[in-house]
Nanobody
């Protein structure tokens, strides 16, 4: 079974940086789509970034493009979200999610219902 555990959240001032980690286990298939989502009180859950483990293609929400970077380690068992130039609007609980890539099927990376596996979330708070 796929398991995901996030860490690295915390409180920072606007303009600061944080690096979130997603420790994954149980990846046995050729490729997975791994995404970062966030949800703030009173707001819908939104896709932040995603990466395909096979090939490394990445995707970003317009609101974070140029500030956030998604990556994976060489062993492809840990995923990161490097967040720079943080803004108060980035405050949310951040979740790591994953789904197996199926050849011949297309998924919309920023739609949360595409993903089968989820971590517990980690809080990010950005103050002004």
């Amino acid at each position: 079974q796929v398991q995901l555990v996030e860490s690295g959240g915390g409180s920072v001032q606007a303009g600061g940086s944080l690096r979130l980690s997603c420790a994954a286990s149980g990846f046995t298939h050729r490729s997975y789509l791994v995404g970062w989502f966030r949800q703030a009180p009173g707001k819908e859950r939104e896709g932040v970034a995603a990466i395909y483990t096979g090939g490394g293609s990445t995707y970003y929400a317009d609101s974070v493009k140029g500030r956030f970077t998604i990556s994976q380690d060489n062993a492809k068992e840990t995923f990161y979200l490097q967040m720079n130039s943080l803004k108060p609007e980035d405050t949310a609980i951040y979740y790591c999610a994953a789904v197996r890539e199926i050849v011949g099927l297309t998924v919309v990376w920023y739609q949360s219902d595409e993903y089968l596996y989820w971590g517990q979330g980690t809080q990010v708070t950005v103050s002004s």
